[in-house]
């Protein structure tokens, strides 16, 4: 198997392409795989035609090359609403089966959000009010999304599949603001499928990627490769053209089994930035 296993992203090229071609794309430049993240203006779980999903298993078959599968951030495992948790129940399912057909390993998702901070900021100014403590209701939060991510894991185990939890700690209102609160979920949940997505330009931006790589090395399942400038900003850069130092990861990425996905954002020239980012990553490999 070669190493660094790098990975393509259907998120990346969209303006460009559908998943089809991004598959051929991927295998005509020789990437180990491609990610297929799940976009209404793409491949949905609940809406993908036969077709499409036969056609990209024919050229993971023919070209051998693999698919991770990312559902969505729409997925809140924090959510106290009875009507979404039944919608995630259903979504989540659809993802499985998905997920199967196309033989990923993986279901990555988000650890979610505190719905009921965000009604506190509904006007745009914080209502403070001795009536809410604000630490108790993301606490609740975070002991919601661990409950039901255990869950959702319990049925992907059925599928084989792992989940990878993303650190979001930029994300307004997550459950998970630091690497060690992550590490913390995902090890609560008690389920030995539930792992973590380590997203290099989001760990840059929030405590630093070389600090919150170490905190999370020994649970990393999947990696989403991108690069940043600005503390606090997800930018998705193309790699090399921000600030964050990729060598800590180079050994690492060398030995590592899952996928590192090149989910990087320029619309203007996706097929350019991904095949530089490729060169810049097994250049820090030393490949």
Not at 25 to 44: D, H, K, S, V, Y
Not at 60 to 80: C, H, M, Q, V
Not at 151 to 167: F, Y
Not at 177 to 187: D, I, K, S
Request: glycine letters at 8%.
């Amino acid at each position: 198997m070669t190493k660094p296993r790098v990975f393509t992203c259907t998120w990346t090229v969209l303006s460009v392409m559908d998943e089809i071609e991004a598959a051929r794309f991927t295998a005509r430049e020789g990437f180990a795989g491609m990610e297929i993240q799940c976009n209404p203006l793409g491949l949905w779980p609940t809406t993908a035609s036969r077709s499409t999903i036969d056609e990209l298993i024919a050229i993971g078959d023919g070209e051998g090359i693999e698919y991770t599968f990312y559902p969505s951030g729409l997925l809140n495992p924090a959510t106290e609403l009875p009507e979404e948790r039944a919608r995630n129940r259903e979504f989540l399912k659809r993802s499985v089966d998905l997920a199967q057909r196309l033989d990923s390993p993986m279901l990555c998702i988000h650890p979610g959000v505190a719905e009921e901070l965000f009604s506190l900021e509904r006007k745009g100014v914080p209502f403070e009010s001795d009536r809410f403590d604000r630490r108790r209701l993301l606490a609740d939060a975070r002991r919601r999304a661990v409950e039901a991510i255990a869950e959702w894991a319990e049925a992907a185990a059925q599928a084989d599949l792992i989940i990878p939890v993303e650190n979001e700690g930029h994300v307004h209102h997550t459950v998970a603001p630091t690497a060690a609160l992550v590490r913390q979920m995902v090890e609560a949940t008690g389920r030995d499928n539930v792992k973590v997505n380590l997203d290099t330009g989001h760990s840059f931006i929030n405590q630093g990627l070389e600090e919150e790589f170490t905190v999370l090395r020994d649970h990393i399942v999947h990696v989403h490769l991108n690069d940043g400038r600005k503390m606090g900003v997800s930018e998705h850069l193309s790699l090399g053209t921000g600030l964050a130092d990729f060598s800590p990861m180079a050994e690492f990425m060398n030995t590592f089994g899952g996928a590192l996905v090149l989910e990087i954002y320029a619309p203007d020239r996706p097929i350019e930035a991904t095949l530089e980012s490729r060169d810049f990553i097994l250049g820090v490999a030393g490949k």
